[in-house]
């Protein structure tokens, strides 16, 4: 089907709406509260608007569908002016607050406003004209309604910078199905919050802060306390970092999604008082061994005749998958695997392993890790993982605070030198590398399990069909008996990521349905490549070119298998000896708790 | 009553929601965190949403209770029959402006239209409505309720 | 044209409206029963010929949203009076629930079965309680008359018949948001199309009437679509109830022909101009309505939106010479500042500023500044809000501008 927009034509298909093909095509169309992962919005801020040729009704062209022979013009004079005042309307709402803002620099409104060289508050008189009681009075009205929600230990609000698009909402129910938000109250004191404005009690993945347009929600800021940290002499300061925050963080420095900036990231934080740089992919690895172990356990038994076993077996890695489970379905919650999250398993070894090797006193280590997710945080937390009162991670930050941090200390990432992380604990496998993506840890623990059973080589490391982003990817793998000499069979696995995927795969379970023997479930959208504490803006094509960045590298690695990271076997020679044995139990093992009481 | 005695009274389906949330305002004089959640699970619905509609609705108070409620009606039609001195004495009589909530214990509010405008000005004091109000006898009505203050 | 010809207000004062024995006795239902036995397009051929429009403002031809409605292939349809009336100034549906409630009820079970409904819904405003008592009064005694429930007065015709009562909100009065009301969500306008006629109410095919037109469908079925056709001129058929206020002898509610002039109203019926008053303007159909001068009070009420005095709700304020307008001005502003549902930008924020600029109007504090912004303003409501509400909140305004009824404005 084609269009005319400003006398231009253009392709475009069935079921779309102008505001697509302009998109596409590159001509510019303001909007806050449309949002390319999610659904049309109501069309609520009105920012959109163009009018259908020769009618002088200013339609928004997010809910303009293309019909045959449409013609639309997107500027003249009163799109113009009607897109000027109403952007003028929420710009209103936050004079004088740029200066103290997370988003200051990376805000979508204030981007807009810059767009359209709003300078002056036209709607808010200038106080110095008010008397005392009208400023009083201003002052008043605008707490009234404020509500600022630091009570999670990930995510916080302030709704004094909403527009009310309501992105955050839709986000939260269409691909997370938590539906922790909603829009509340009515008029001008209509805003966006949790049931009756409670500390929000969800899942913590951080999507809301990903789409939010303005400095709404975002991650739990926790740069000043990583400043604290760093100039505590009395600790010595070691760091990991996760496979993913590599492939995203030269974004936030103005590089293409998808480019790897690994070699900067330990000189940066070497500059900025790091004492050690370990890498949380070397402990993926090790989440690999353990996990594979463990599926590898539970499938012997069922062979032999266990019916206890539980099935499927799912992955443990991604915290707010692990709180979903928890809070609304903790009849499932033995299915989780035992084994604790990559960055957990580094916090244990650092606090255990290397402080005994090196003799130091694990009071006087700062774990500090460096997370694409704000669920890491409440992680970090839990009760499982501390260790006499002594948390294995002490400080999380995302990589979005990551980089605040370094435009704060004015380091120029781009420009400084390579380095590699301490090889102690920083070795790792393509295995390793792939965790950051959908599919990744199921691909690195089918290498692991198949041949750690079969005792052969397998003949391709690519498993292409768990690969990619549809909701759920299924495939089989057939166990032959090899070397070994194990019963032959088949292994079905399924890899999802988003709650709402998860909830099919849970909801088939229940109607006892499910077949599967593993299923991996990350609750971002591409798994931690477009985890909720990444750069924004984010969207399918952006986590596109971050996903095949990381396969890319998993390729071009010598080692592309867990159990052959030379770290991993020396840290087994060394300290863990086997993989599941007492010492792995201890320290590489958790358990889960039924949170359903809490919702 | 219950809030168990009101749901019990309503099959769950959709359009019972705001039937239940109006019998719990009537019977609680509010409805707070407590009871979306009950009514929540009543309907299988997530707290935010049952939150969500009740918080749009005048005559539900999700926010707290006041022991005085007095509503002026400020429509067109209350207007031309001065009804904008009468907000004047009510705040004169209760010390305090429209709209603020900083007592906890009054509230002075706007009301749209009741719907008997010929008898205005109208003004409701805890859901007790007083037709042709005038200046004057603003402070004869609210005397009869300064007990609950 | 009859001139006193009472079709909507016949029987008030004359039954006893907590009775259903007290209509019956009159001759409520007999047409009922008629209808029941007549095709349903032959029920919607006859409402077409009557020429009625709703009521409500809109002024959709009645026959025809039946028909639309009727021609749906989906089994499941609803059927909805609007009793929801909070245009301020407005108070007729709330009258004929109070005076004639089975009048209404007979026309509900007209309008279900013409288009097919075998549910139907009167949404009803929260603040008018007598109403909801008489009305689940009624309801309950024409279940008990097998006028609802199974098998209709012996027809195969099933009608359930709910009263759902409303919890404060002007702009439920908007069938989407109405209907999402009754579906127990935040009472927020829907993006049009799907029509109700197509997606309704649990998204099926759904009619929503106003009171004042469904007390019409009896009178209608009983004499016939021509006659009522005859009743009325200047182009709009019927009766229609005025609520007439302000400096009236006396204000009130009055059933007059479609066609009278606003000088009829006021001074056939509400006994004209207090003495030694002097009417500045009068607005018509509530808030949402224009003002006119008292000089053009010859002209007629009419229901395309495009008329020189849109007929909206019926509500006719007749304001005196004395009236400070900037008073007023901020009771217009406030009403839609409160009422707005605060989807969309321009209605959330600009009915709050605009509300803030006539505040400072009122203070004596209004600056050039504050003019522009007051006309950038009623531009940006009258042109990109999401739903009519904006719109509407502007049209007083802007005749205020245009009329220059206030100097700060000229």
């Known amino acids: ?599 | 009553m219950t809030i168990q005695n009101i749901l019990m009274k309503y099959e769950v389906k959709p359009e019972n929601l705001l039937r239940v949330i109006k019998d719990v305002q009537r019977e609680f004089g509010m409805v707070d965190d407590k009871f979306i959640h009950q009514i929540a699970k009543y309907f299988e619905m997530k707290p935010a949403a049952v939150f969500s509609a009740a918080s749009f609705y005048d005559q539900i108070n999700t926010k707290e209770k006041f022991n005085i409620v007095v509503k002026v009606c400020d429509g067109a039609n209350c207007c031309t029959k001065k009804s904008a001195k009468i907000i004047k004495e009510v705040e004169r009589f209760f010390g305090q402006k429209i709209g603020d909530s900083f007592n906890r214990k009054v509230i002075i509010e706007r009301e749209s239209c009741f719907g008997f405008c010929s008898q205005g000005p109208i003004m409701v004091v805890n859901n007790v409505m007083y037709e042709k109000v005038t200046p004057e006898k603003v402070d004869d009505i609210l005397k009869g309720y300064t007990d609950f203050q | 044209m009859e001139e006193n010809q009472k079709i909507l207000t016949k029987n008030w004062g004359k039954i006893d409206t907590k009775e259903i024995t007290s209509y019956r006795k009159i001759g409520g239902y007999q047409v009922l029963q008629r209808v029941l036995q007549m095709k349903s397009q032959d029920v919607i051929a006859e409402v077409i010929k009557s020429g009625l429009k709703g009521r409500g403002g809109g002024g959709f031809p009645t026959g025809n949203k039946w028909e639309i409605t009727a021609a749906s292939a989906e089994k499941e349809k609803y059927f909805i009076c609007n009793l929801d009336e909070s245009e301020p100034g407005t108070y007729k549906d709330r009258l004929i629930a109070e005076n004639d409630p089975h009048q209404l009820i007979e026309g509900i079970i007209i309008g279900a079965y013409a288009v097919g409904a075998n549910k139907a819904y009167i949404y009803a405003n929260g603040n008018f309680h007598l109403a909801h008592f008489l009305l689940e009064r009624a309801i309950h005694q024409a279940y008990e008359n097998n006028l609802l429930g199974k098998k209709v007065m012996g027809s195969d015709f099933d009608l359930e018949l709910e009263l759902f009562i409303g919890a404060g909100a002007y702009i439920c009065g908007e069938e989407t948001a109405l209907i999402n009301s009754l579906e127990g969500k935040r009472g927020e306008p829907r993006k049009r199309p799907p029509y109700t006629s197509e997606k309704g109410l649990f998204d099926k095919p759904t009619v929503v009437n106003n009171t004042e037109t469904l007390s019409s469908i009896p009178w209608i079925m009983e004499h016939g679509g021509t006659k009522y056709s005859q009743i009325g001129g200047n182009g709009e058929v019927g009766t229609k109830i005025f609520c007439v206020d302000g400096i009236v002898k006396n204000p009130g509610a009055y059933e007059a022909p479609m066609g009278s002039s606003i000088n009829d109203v006021v001074y056939k019926y509400a006994g004209g101009i207090i003495d030694g008053d002097e009417p500045w303007f009068a607005q018509v159909g509530g808030s949402a309505g224009v003002l006119i001068p008292f000089g053009s009070f010859g002209a007629v009420p009419a229901y395309p939106r495009s008329s020189y005095v849109p007929m909206g709700s019926g509500a006719i304020l007749v304001v005196s010479k004395n009236q400070d307008i900037k008073e007023l001005m901020l009771s217009w502003a406030n009403f839609f500042h409160r009422e707005s549902c605060g989807q969309c930008v321009p209605c959330r924020e600009g009915t709050f500023r605009l509300k803030n600029i006539i505040e400072r109007l009122n203070e004596g504090n209004f600056s050039q500044n504050d003019k522009e912004d007051f006309n950038n303003l009623i531009w940006t409501l009258d042109n990109t809000t999401l739903c009519a509400l904006g719109k509407f909140s502007v049209i007083a305004l802007k005749d205020v501008v245009r009329y220059g009824f206030c100097d700060e404005l000229k």
């Open chain 1, 1 to 599: 089907m084609q269009i005319k927009i400003n006398d231009k034509i253009y392709d475009s298909q069935k079921g779309e709406t102008v505001l697509d093909v302009c998109q596409r095509n590159g001509i510019r169309i303001p909007t806050l509260c449309n949002h390319a992962d999610l659904l049309a919005s109501g069309g609520v801020c009105r920012l959109c608007l163009i009018k259908v040729k020769d009618n002088s009704q200013l339609m928004t062209s997010c809910q303009l569908v293309v019909s045959d022979g449409l013609e639309v013009v997107t500027e003249d004079a009163d799109i113009e002016r009607a897109r000027r005042i109403n952007l003028e309307l929420l710009w209103a709402d936050h004079a004088g607050k740029c200066a103290h803002c997370l988003k200051n620099g990376n805000c979508e409104l204030q981007n807009l406003a810059k767009e359209y060289k709003l300078d002056v508050f036209d709607f808010v008189p200038e106080i110095k004209k008010f008397d005392k009681e009208q400023q009083l009075r201003a002052l008043k009205e605008s707490l009234k309604g404020r509500i600022t929600d630091n009570g999670n230990p990930s995510i916080s609000r302030d709704n004094q910078y909403c527009v009310e698009c309501s992105r955050c909402i839709r986000i939260c129910k269409e691909v997370q199905t938590i539906e922790e938000y909603s829009m509340n109250g009515r008029s001008i004191h209509t805003s966006v919050g949790t049931a009756c404005n409670a500390p929000m009690d969800c899942i913590l993945c951080g999507q809301c802060a990903n789409v939010c347009p303005t400095a709404a929600i975002t991650e739990k800021n926790e740069v000043e306390k990583l400043e604290e940290l760093l100039s505590d002499r009395s600790k010595i300061k070691i760091f990991q970092v996760a496979p993913s925050v590599r492939f995203t963080l030269g974004e936030e420095f103005g590089l293409e999604p998808g480019n790897f900036v690994e070699e900067k990231i330990p000189t940066a934080l070497r500059k900025v008082g790091a004492d050690l740089v370990f890498d949380t992919t070397f402990s993926a690895d090790l989440t690999i061994v353990e996990e594979a172990h463990e599926l590898i356990g539970r499938i012997e038994k069922f062979l032999q005749g266990d019916e206890t076993v539980k099935f499927p077996m799912f992955t443990s890695c991604c915290p707010s998958w692990v709180l979903y489970v928890e809070k609304y379905w903790p009849e499932y919650k033995e299915h989780l695997s035992s084994a604790k999250s990559p960055q957990q398993m580094l916090g244990a070894i650092i606090k255990t392993y290397y402080s005994g090797s090196k003799k130091i006193d694990k009071k006087n280590i700062a774990s500090i890790s460096v997370m694409p997710c704000t669920s890491k945080k409440f992680e970090a937390g839990r009760e499982e993982m501390q260790r006499n009162g002594s948390k294995d991670i002490d400080l999380v930050i995302t990589t979005r605070e990551f980089a605040r941090f370094l435009r704060k200390r004015k380091i120029d990432f781009l420009k400084l030198e390579d380095q590699r992380f301490d090889q102690a604990l920083g070795a790792y496998s393509g295995a390793g590398i792939i965790f950051g993506s959908t599919g990744g840890v199921m691909e690195a623990a089918l290498r692991t399990a198949y041949e750690t059973l079969v005792c052969e080589d397998l003949p391709s490391l690519d498993f292409k069909n768990i690969r990619g982003v549809k909701g759920v990817r299924v495939a089989e793998i057939v166990i032959p008996k090899g070397k070994c000499n194990v019963k032959e069979m088949k292994i079905k696995v399924a890899v999802v990521h988003e709650i709402r995927n998860a909830k099919k795969v849970l909801e088939m379970m229940k109607k006892g349905e499910c077949d599967y023997h593993f299923v991996e479930v990350m609750a971002c959208p591409s798994g931690c490549l477009g985890g909720g504490g990444q750069p924004v803006p984010t969207n399918a094509e952006i986590r596109r070119k971050r996903r095949e960045a990381i396969y890319y590298k998993d390729s071009k690695l010598p080692i592309r298998k867990s159990h052959k990271n030379p770290a991993v076997k020396r840290l087994y020679e060394e300290f863990l000896k086997e993989p599941g044995g007492e010492k792995s139990e201890e320290l590489l093992h958790t358990k889960y708790i039924d949170r359903s009481s809490n919702i």
